[in-house]
């Protein structure tokens, strides 16, 4: 069975768990905890990153390079498009979304939780101690304020993404006005990746993701609960209705991810 490496709060790695929901691939995921399990993985492919594909004895790293691996090896369902312009289209469009939403997002999201102590707790894992969840939620906004400089999230970088973002956004409603996919009449790389990317920006409504219930549907107030874009994120949320598994309890079956075990 596959096994995918992962983070459950990273949008990248959800851009790989929605692509192999549409490819009706069997799957197991693994939680890498951060440091250690980083470590491991470095070891085994060269880099710390997640996602990482684990299939057979062959680890393939990179959401776009995942996406290509699984097109090769597992042809049903075609990710990227055999008509030159279609896959041209749809190749820009999937590295635009990693560039732009996958890494604004980020930065949006965490000026949101930084306002919202609510929101914050929401993005724990189920089995967080409700002591810690606490502690998270009582964090001082100054605090990580302080934290987010740190890491290059001043807030007037925040501030440029958050308006990349609305732009992002409204071109990707308005492409969307009149058409069910970014690139034509089927889904392929491009709206997938869209779609899992912009996780961070508001959750998905249905049961897909192992955080609280309470989270699902909450967003960036500015972009996840904002009427102009409510087309695309009902546009999203149709797309993870037809193709993404919801959570069920079955190990192995692209549920709860199990704790790091690397080989």
């Not at 890498?32 to 594909?53: A, M, S, Y």
Request: glycine residues 8%; negative net charge.
């Amino acid at each position: 069975m596959l096994e995918l490496y992962q983070w459950e709060l990273s949008q990248y790695s959800e851009k790989v768990r929605l692509i192999l929901d549409f490819k009706g691939l069997d799957y197991r995921k693994i939680e890498v905890t951060p440091g250690i399990g980083q470590v491991e993985l470095f070891r085994l492919t060269g880099q710390k990153q997640v996602p990482v594909l684990k299939d057979g004895n062959k680890y393939i790293a990179d959401s776009t390079e995942i996406a290509k691996y699984l097109d090769l090896q597992y042809p049903e369902r075609p990710l990227i498009p055999k008509d030159p312009k279609q896959k041209g289209l749809c190749l820009l469009m999937e590295e635009w979304a990693d560039e732009s939403i996958g890494i604004k997002g980020r930065k949006a999201l965490f000026s949101a939780i930084s306002q919202d102590q609510n929101f914050r707790k929401s993005l724990l894992p189920t089995s967080t101690p409700d002591v810690l969840k606490t502690l998270v939620g009582g964090v001082p906004t100054d605090f990580l304020t302080v934290l987010g400089l740190g890491v290059g999230y001043s807030p007037d970088v925040i501030k440029s993404a958050i308006a990349d973002l609305k732009q992002d956004l409204e071109a990707l409603t308005l492409l969307l006005a009149d058409s069910p996919y970014l690139t034509g009449d089927e889904p392929t790389l491009a709206d997938l990746a869209v779609a899992g990317l912009s996780m961070l920006l508001k959750f998905p409504e249905g049961p897909y993701l192992d955080l609280p219930a309470s989270i699902r549907g909450r967003g960036v107030p500015s972009l996840g609960h904002n009427p102009d874009y409510e087309p695309f994120f009902t546009w999203r949320d149709r797309l993870y209705a037809q193709f993404r598994k919801p959570l069920i309890a079955t190990p192995g079956s692209g549920s709860a991810p199990t704790a790091i075990q690397i080989d």
